[in-house]
């Protein structure tokens, strides 16, 4: 009752604006008996207040309707994958339909008007050269919302999806017909323009799932004991909470001439639980290198030789 009660006082606005309208309507007789002018001014605002509570109306009834169809979503899980692809595609059907109801609303506002109306009909009978000149003027605003159109229904990002673009770890905020904003890391707001996720390629790190695997490399020197640097990363896993306890490996992935590289791969529920478990564990590996193994960094070796034959015989002299 309450959810019914709740939803009905946001139609009170738009049924409030239509008794009002319907008022003016009834009254115009008597408004006309007093003044012609304002008869005919208060004959538009009727109608224009009509129109008005009808597509406020339909506006509240598609964000009602957007309501129920997610009201069993929730993107705020770990596995969320289904829920934010109902989100997105809900989210920019939604504002297409908010856009198309002011867009008809708006013209017929304008077609009460007399002037107005001949004018769209001196258009109509142009239709070829206004149809041309308009779609030069807004080739790019229709070509936005078309790519806001294929990302709604081919999906290539979803609300809340983690995304590197333009080199920018953020997450996906906001998706609307013509832009799309970023959440960076660090709270800046990345803008883009629609058709970007349609002509440019990006990375994508929730595609198909929020797991992601993590790597942190580390260089040391040959003498390290690999075996004890394995079983402290398995240690370090198991004590975390951020670990999903799927992926736990250690590998040396290179060797130079001086130096090691060692590679730690492990597996998080998320990017953000990523993000944190390999700065945890990077900084624990090398405290514990520091602690057991302290000659363990990276060392360039030169040995010297030393053959020419005076230094052999000076050697000698100093020795008798």
Known sequence: MKISLKNLKKFLLPILIFVVSLTISMLKTTFYGINAELGRIMEKAGAILLIASFAWAAIVATHMAKRIFLRHTDITVADNLHSRKLYTQYTIIERIIVFIIILVAIAFVLMSFENIRRIGISIFASAGIAGIILG??????????????????????????????????????????????????????????????????????????????????????????????????????????????????????????????????????????????????REHLLLFLQREFPDSLPKTRVYVENNRPESRNSGSALNS
């Open 136 to 281: 030069l003027a807004a080739q790019k605003v229709f070509g936005s919302m078309l790519a806001g159109l294929q990302i709604a229904f081919t999906q290539p990002i979803r609300m809340d999806d983690v995304v590197i673009v333009e080199g920018e770890w953020g997450r996906i905020e906001e998706i609307t017909l013509t832009y799309v904003v970023i959440k960076i890391w660090d709270l800046r707001r990345l803008v883009v323009p629609s058709t970007y996720f349609i002509e440019h390629p990006f990375q994508n790190w929730t595609r198909t799932s929020a797991e992601l695997l993590g790597t942190v490399f580390i260089y040391t020197d040959y003498s390290v004991d690999f075996d004890r640097v394995r079983e402290e990363l398995t240690r370090l896993l198991e004590s975390s909470q951020l670990w999903d306890g799927k992926v736990n490996v250690l590998q040396v992935t290179d060797a130079k001439e001086n130096r090691v590289e060692v590679r730690a791969l492990m597996s998080t529920r998320n990017s953000s639980d990523g993000w944190d478990l390999r700065v945890y564990v």
